[in-house]
């Protein structure tokens, strides 16, 4: 079992940043080989945004690539995602995702391998 909290969130206008954190509460570190943020907006579907493999490799979903950066702090069991050039479209309630492995194919990223595990969530909203 994987517990996940996240912060960071809040409402800003277009053009501004955040910086999302994820602290890893419990959970081994098998079971979360792989990290990465989510996110689902109004009437959609959960869709992932940035991944971190155990080795470091990193993947964006192409809509946030150049803009969105995900890093981890191994030290103090925690995941970031910093956000900046924000866009009405990026408004969302943003998660943290754990797993044993985890990928991208045609713009999706994905965990697989064994169970996923997720925070409750943290709003951002962005106004034009």
């Known amino acids: 079992q994987v517990q996940l909290t996240e912060s960071g969130g809040g409402s800003v206008q277009s053009g501004g940043s955040l910086r999302l954190s994820c602290v890893v509460v419990?959970?081994?570190?098998?079971?979360?080989?792989?990290m990465g943020w989510f996110r689902q907006a109004p009437g959609k579907t959960n869709k992932g945004v940035a991944i971190i493999d155990e080795t470091g490799r990193i993947n964006y979903e192409d809509s946030v690539e150049g803009r969105f950066t995900i890093s981890q702090d191994n030290a103090k069991n925690t995941l970031y995602l910093e956000m900046n050039s924000l866009k009405p479209e990026d408004t969302a309630l943003y998660s943290c995702?754990?797993?044993?492995?985890?990928?991208?194919?045609?713009?999706?990223?994905?965990?697989?391998?064994?169970?996923?595990?997720w925070g409750h969530g943290t709003q951002v909203t962005v106004s034009s």
């Open positions: 995702g754990a797993g044993v492995s985890c990928g991208k194919s045609n713009n999706v990223l994905y965990f697989f391998g064994g169970s996923v595990y």
């Open positions: 419990s959970g081994d570190s098998y079971s979360r080989s792989c």
